[in-house]
């Protein structure tokens, strides 16, 4: 057997992993599954968008490699939505970058930008694109922990000072997945301050500025003054338009930086589909249309979930943003403990906070993704393993002795 390289020896398995295979198995055991772990709504993409790759599948030309030029109207259209949603201008051709799918650039990021010595900023938990791209480019991530009393953010005071002087990046997510937190904008502005002063590359991952609820409207950190000299944004369309599977999304930036991304991609794919991205323009072009009814959608969902799971026992703040709750679980019991129990004996997926490092632990997320009534159900189910589980620890002679 080949030997592996150090590090990938030092990879952590992907939290998300092993979950396609058991929920397979469930599913051969004739078990009724409720999946809420990915974040991968069970709903439709716009129609246009389905016309549109309809349309591209008979367009031998988009067939062909898109290089890392890609579909232009896809830039085009990226750059008019930018601007006409945040009030940003990107330049098509230099700022902005096509990707297959968000996760690929965030990761990729880090090649142009980190190397061995290097730290950067990680939170915890976080979408593990973040710590992937640090830790395979031979950088050291240090670890920040989310925590309720600090508003789930990232304060750059907090960093230790042998941090702060070997910083080259900064992965900042808001709307936050798993923690569903938002940032508000004078705290972008102290991020982008610090970013600025440490010449360090603040990854701004917006992959849920679409989906928020009652009123808030995420920023994007553009809107902070003197973030283009340090930052690049990320976007999918994965998430606002049903488009999980499609795999496109793009990152913008100054071209310097933008161009940086763009170089490391060359080496590693050679664009994606163009008949994907002409649907991506249908996408962009439908948002005004599209959008507000597919969030309505998704509050409905969160509305029925928060009630259901706090029936059920649980504790767990109403989300203004994301397709999650991130719930909070009573002390003594770990949450993947929780979440196995939860998907062996009522076949409901959960994500554990674990599984987005340590410092998530004490919470699990649900995804809401699926009907409110599949989410009353798969709370109920939910609140059965949490009494079982408390009802043996209080079963049990010594609390210590686990
Ligand atoms: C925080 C965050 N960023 C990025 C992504 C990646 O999205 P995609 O690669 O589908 O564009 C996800 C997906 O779950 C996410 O939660």
């Not at 880090?110 to 190397?115: E, K, M, P, R, S």
């Not at 915890?124 to 240090?142: M, R």
């Not at 070997?166 to 301050?193: D, F, G, K, S, W």
């Amino acid at each position: 057997m080949p030997r592996f390289s150090e590090s990938f020896r030092q990879l952590p398995a992907y939290p998300l992993a092993h979950i396609p295979a058991k929920k397979r198995e469930l599913l051969q055991r004739g078990v009724d599954v409720i999946d809420l772990g990915a974040g991968d709504a069970d709903l439709s993409p716009p129609a246009a968008v389905v016309e549109a790759l309809k349309r591209a599948a008979d367009t031998p030309s988009l067939g062909r490699y898109g290089f890392n030029l890609g579909h232009v109207p896809y830039r085009e259209a990226v750059s008019a939505w930018m601007k006409r949603r945040f009030n940003v201008a990107f330049d098509p051709m230099t700022e902005v970058v096509p990707l297959i799918g968000s996760k690929e650039g965030l990761a990729h990021v880090a090649f142009a930008f980190l190397g061995a010595g290097d730290i950067s900023v990680v939170p915890e938990p976080a979408y593990q694109a973040y710590f992937g791209g640090t830790h395979l480019s031979g950088a050291t991530a240090h670890i920040y922990p989310l925590r309720p009393a600090t508003n789930f953010l990232i304060e750059p005071a907090d960093l230790p000072r042998e941090v702060v002087s070997r910083v080259r990046v900064v992965y900042l997510n808001y709307p936050n997945n798993p923690t569903t937190a938002i940032a508000p904008l004078e705290y972008l502005e102290r991020v982008v301050a610090f970013c600025r002063a440490q010449d360090a590359l603040l990854v701004f991952d917006n992959a849920y500025s679409e989906l928020a609820f009652d009123g808030y409207v995420p920023p994007s950190i553009f809107q902070v003054d003197g973030a283009r000299d340090v930052a690049i944004e990320f976007h999918s369309l994965s998430k606002t338009y049903n488009m999980t599977g499609w795999r496109c999304g793009w990152a913008v930036a100054k071209p310097e930086i933008a161009g940086a991304l763009a170089r490391v991609k060359t080496f590693v794919d050679t664009g994606h589909y163009m008949g994907i991205q002409a649907a991506g323009v249908a996408a962009l072009e439908s948002w005004a249309e599209f959008v507000p009814g597919n969030v309505e959608i998704f509050r409905e969902r969160r509305d029925a979930a928060v009630a259901a799971f706090r029936e059920a026992g649980f504790q767990c703040d109403t989300p203004r943003a994301t397709m999650y709750l991130w719930i909070a679980l009573p002390e003594e019991i770990p949450s993947r403990r929780f979440a196995d129990r939860l998907m062996d004996e009522e076949g409901v997926i959960v994500l554990p906070g674990s599984g987005f490092g340590s410092g998530g632990e004490g919470f699990f997320r649900i995804s809401f993704i699926v009907s409110p009534d599949r989410l009353r159900d798969a709370a109920s189910r939910a609140g059965r393993v949490l009494g079982r589980l408390q009802q043996e620890r209080g079963a049990e002679p010594l609390a210590g002795a686990r």
